[in-house]
């Protein structure tokens, strides 16, 4: 005697269907990008180059690294 199945089988003509893009997770991983490339923009970027030029102090913010130590270099310097 033959079995018969129970479970649908698709046809060759059904296509799978795609899921659209999350827009809140999107928006969430682009913020997450900005912040880490501003942190390191400033910390490895200026910092690294005050720590490199001898800078004794220096506060890092997101906005931007600030020192007593005036320099071109630690200014001038990009990651």
Do not use: Q, Y
Not at 57 to 77: K, R
């Amino acid at each position: 005697m033959r079995e018969s199945s129970t479970t649908p089988v698709p046809s060759h003509s059904e296509r799978p269907t795609t899921m659209a893009d999350d827009v809140l997770t999107i928006c969430a991983i682009s913020v997450i990008a900005a912040i880490l490339t501003n942190v390191l923009h400033e910390g490895v970027g200026h910092g690294l180059m005050a720590l490199l030029t001898g800078a004794k102090s220096g506060v890092l913010t997101t906005v931007a690294w600030s020192s007593a130590f005036g320099s071109h270099l630690v200014e001038g310097a990009e990651l």
